[in-house]
């Protein structure tokens, strides 16, 4: 769907309300008195076929009858005839539709069958529609307010999105009293089309937004969700309150990750992921918009505390020990400066009580020092009305300081009447101010939270020689596709195991063992002590029916066992079939037992758990929640956040464990899971861990017969079929692949070695240095929205970069994108720019795209030449620009004479375009 037609909707220049009424206090009545009493300058039509007129204005009656094709139909009528009038609307050109009505999948079946013949509609003409079952939305700079609500909240940089209607009205009522304004707000109810991914990448773009603000019930479209989240958190903060945090406990499930790994842990993790930050309640709402709007991020969560009463301090200490953060240590050389003009009985510490008598000149200095202290990473300023200290004048001064640090400042006037109008003035200088310092810390809080996740986020992996796919994936889809031919719900446990040992992944093999005499054969084969496994395909949990016996030592033992547990497996599970059982080495080397798991979400598919494992599993419900793909600092996050994580540095006599090896275990169970939609749910618990070993004890596997019914990866993992070889003109062999975050070092490199001019042309003014937080804008990539594709080579043993093409799809027009290239000085005119722009070609094509486009310097001649040869359009840009167009589905109709290898031709032959040497 295009951007435009969301710009129908959020940006209409005239707007039909079918359903508008006279009568009062119905939603027809309502939407249309706000439409054309806000002061809304586009035209406002009302239809309704039993008037001539509504509060006023002439009526029509239906769509077809209106003067012109407006932007925007708001439907409020019954479900019933909801359908209809969307067809009308489809058939007359209209493209942007706000559904007010409900009665639709809420009510039951009914009212699903009404949704699925509007989204045929929607599908039928193009249409984007918001709701059904909603409040509408508000625009309070165009001055638009097409709910049924009241009044026109004020005008501010925050877009709120909501869910839920109720609490629709409750948040602009707090935002009202609390004077907080709004770029946008918009209700989006049953989400049939317009969902929140769209509206993340709506007002992402949006000039007048700053910061967006969700109201989540559920997730529709997690990909979506996710991928849009990703490429926005970056500029511009993305808050979320998420209702439901307490349902009783997850559904029964087969594995322990099932159990574990719970519906708000799973969004917890999923907002992480996506650099998103979550607050609890409407207060911490817009506490955390305000602040991240108006402050810079601190770089640590070292807080220092101004005040001049000792209790209000006392209690902010209290709070930012409580929410995890510090309490700065002041320098001594900070405490020396402060003893200088401090009153001789100032604190000597942080929280610095300047007293009772210090006025704002005191304040002023006392800031001044402490912002200079490297031990400081953020102020928080506390004011309780003294003679000496003058609210208004304080602000003032705060105001000043706050424009000239990079360090973010908060306050906390503490009263009512006497500080109102300094809270004022510091709320409308962007500095944020709070009643009471408990507030102002969880603001703090969560705005150093959000920088550290972003940081945390972006931070550049190691690289980890691991294949990012499994040369033995089809014997592993041999095994899958037994067992579901069979019907079988879960994998025997030597499948499980030849599984995890296809990836990599060690494991104590079983062995299976049909009669007695073979069990005493291979545990002498293995050697002593072995473990004994009742193996049979109707038997899942094992140890219920007494079908595993640890540490046997002797023939005698394991003859004994065999008979004991192929008789109990017998009597307490009559129907089942018994193979026999399985011998597999006992693991005694001490070690650390741990889980990792992958289980499918219906919102977020496949999620991968860690934590303490074997018997301390459901004791401790220690775990993490990760998505896959992960690289190695994904995998590092996600072990740091587990108990687990102290324990493998070293406890009580057992040595640490080498994290690495947890890392890269991890990684390749991540390939695993990607690899395998089939896998509904698996265990490896436990899994020990010793020193540089780590080796699956035991593992289950739960297979999904309907993979493509449920969703599996929310976060695109590397498009490895985007690699491939070339031969430069000189004869050398380069790989072009998809760039990944671990390149972030060679990609810097490649950019030393780039002279002036080439800089110039790809980035269009000179650039000396590129921060880490440029460089990894441009290696780790959302690739379900970006490609970048690099040139590698091998030089002296070492990788090296030649050069980058790149794909961006808009965000709001997703079969059009920009391109960009270039290409290392050295290895000009060797055929590599070429080459790149073919494989552009044949990449956007794979991706569905219509056209791409590119802006190329007007003295960029190399850059020129190369595109008119390949066919592109050119039209004039900015100044000393050049925009160029080419347009991939004329390309498909258009080619040159071309021989195929059967030695026919392709039709074409009048068209200048250039044929393509390879399609995907």
């Not at 497996?569 to 650390?592: F, L």
Request: proline share 5%.
């Amino acid at each position: 769907m295009s951007a435009e037609n969301l710009d129908k909707i959020f940006k209409p220049k005239s707007i039909a309300v079918i359903g508008a009424s006279n009568k009062s206090g119905s939603a027809g009545y309502r939407i249309f008195r706000n439409l054309i009493g806000s002061g809304y300058e586009g035209v406002v039509y009302p239809i309704n076929p039993n008037r001539e007129s509504v509060q006023g204005v002439q009526a029509f009656p239906s769509v077809d009858d209106l003067p012109r094709v407006v932007d925007l139909a708001i439907i409020a009528t019954p479900a019933k005839v909801v359908p209809d009038i969307t067809e009308q609307c489809g058939k007359r050109g209209i493209k942007g539709i706000l559904i007010i009505s409900a009665g639709f999948k809420e009510i039951g079946e009914k009212g699903v069958s009404l949704e699925k013949r509007i989204c045929n509609i929607k599908e039928k003409y193009g249409l984007r529609i918001v709701g059904p079952n909603c409040v509408g939305f508000i625009l309070p700079y165009l001055k638009l307010n097409a709910t049924f609500a009241g009044s026109m909240p004020e005008e501010g940089n925050i877009a709120l999105i909501s869910q839920s209607g109720a609490v629709c009205g409750a948040i602009l009522d707090w935002a009202a009293a609390a004077k907080v304004g709004f770029s946008a707000f918009a209700s989006v109810g049953s989400m049939i089309d317009v969902d929140f991914g769209d509206l993340i990448d709506y007002f992402g773009m949006d000039i007048h937004t700053r910061s967006i603000v969700l109201y989540i019930e559920s997730i529709t479209d997690a990909r979506k969700f996710m991928s849009a989240a990703r490429s926005f958190s970056r500029a511009k903060p993305v808050i979320v309150i998420k209702s439901g945090r307490y349902k009783e406990g997850a559904k029964a499930a087969t594995s322990h990750t099932g159990a574990l790994a719970g519906e708000d842990v799973i969004y917890d993790a999923a907002f992480r992921r996506a650099g998103t930050v979550r607050v609890r309640d409407i207060r911490d709402l817009f506490n955390c918009s305000s602040i991240l709007a108006k402050q810079p991020r601190p770089t640590g969560p070292n807080i220092a505390i101004i005040t001049n009463a000792g209790g209000p301090g006392v209690l902010a200490t209290d709070s930012i020990v409580e929410k995890g953060g510090k309490l700065a240590e002041l320098s001594e050389e900070t405490v020396e400066k402060l003893n200088k003009f401090l009153p001789a009985h100032w604190s000597k510490a942080n929280p610095v009580d300047i007293i009772g008598d210090g006025d704002d000149e005191r304040y002023k200095r006392t800031m001044e020092i402490c912002l200079e202290d490297k031990n400081i990473d953020g102020l928080l300023i506390l004011c309780v009305p003294q003679v000496m200290a003058e609210p208004k004048k304080l602000a003032d001064r705060i105001i000043d300081i706050s424009r000239k640090t990079t360090k973010p400042i908060l306050t906390s006037f503490i009263g009512e009447e006497s500080i109102y109008h300094a809270r004022q003035l510091l709320n409308r200088n962007n500095v944020p101010t709070y009643p009471s310092p408990d507030e102002a810390v969880e603001a703090y809080m969560h705005l150093y939270h959000y920088a550290r996740g972003l940081e945390l986020l972006y931070e550049t992996p190691e690289e980890i020689a691991i294949e990012t796919t499994s040369p033995y994936k089809s014997v592993v889809d041999n095994i899958l596709d037994d067992a579901i031919r069979e019907k079988r719900e879960i994998l025997t446990e030597n499948e499980s195991k030849a599984f995890l040992e296809l990836y990599g992944i060690k494991t104590t093999k079983p062995f299976t063992a049909e009669s007695e005499d073979k069990a005493v054969k291979l545990a002498e084969q293995i050697g002593y002590p072995v473990v004994m496994k009742i193996h049979s395909p109707d038997i899942t949990h094992k140890s219920d029916v007494g079908g595993v016996a640890l540490n046997l030592q002797c023939e005698a033992e394991i003859r004994k066992t065999f008979k004991e547990m192929t008789k109990r497996a017998k009597e307490k599970v009559a129907d089942a079939k018994i193979i026999g059982v399985t011998i597999q080495k006992m693991v005694t080397t001490k070690g650390y037992e741990l889980i990792l798991g992958s289980k499918k979400d219906p919102v977020f598919g496949s999620v991968i758990l860690f934590g303490m494992g074997g018997i301390y599993t459901e004791l401790f419900k220690d775990r993490s929640i990760g998505f896959p793909p992960l690289n190695q600092v994904l995998a590092h996050r996600i072990i740091e956040r587990t108990k687990a994580y102290t324990l493998l540095k070293g406890f009580r006599g057992l040595p640490p464990v080498n994290i690495t090896k947890v890392e890269e275990t991890m990684i390749k169970f991540s390939q695993l899971i990607v690899a395998h939609p089939e896998i509904k749910e698996i265990d490896i618990n436990p899994l020990i861990a010793s020193g540089d070993e780590l080796i699956a004890v035991d593992s289950r596997i739960v297979i999904d017969h309907e993979p493509k019914k449920h969703p599996h990866l929310i976060i695109s993992p590397y498009p490895s079929k985007y690699k491939k070889e070339i031969t430069l003109k000189d004869g050398s062999e380069v790989l072009l692949r998809p760039i990944k975050p671990e390149d972030e070092y060679l990609w810097l490199e490649m950019f030393k070695n780039f002279s002036e001019e080439t800089v110039r042309y790809r980035f269009f003014r000179i650039i000396k240095d590129t921060p880490h937080e440029m460089r990894t804008r441009f290696c780790n990539i959302d690739y379900d929205r970006e490609i970048g594709i690099v040139a590698e080579t091998i030089e002296n043993g070492k990788k090296k970069f030649l050069g980058v093409t790149r794909i961006i799809i808009e965000p709001k027009n997703n079969d059009v994108a920009e391109f960009a290239l270039v290409v290392c000085d050295e290895q000009h005119r060797l055929g590599l720019g070429s080459e790149f722009l073919d494989y552009t070609f044949e990449i956007a094509k794979d991706k569905n795209l219509k056209k791409i486009y590119g802006i190329v310097l007007k003295d960029n001649s190399p850059m020129i030449s190369l595109c008119r040869e390949k066919g592109f359009k050119f039209s004039d840009g900015d100044p000393g620009e050049y925009k160029i167009e080419y347009d991939l589905l004329a390309d498909e109709e258009l080619l040159d004479d071309t021989t195929l290898e059967n030695g026919s031709k392709i039709d074409g032959a009048n068209s200048k375009k250039k044929p393509k040497k390879t399609i995907i």
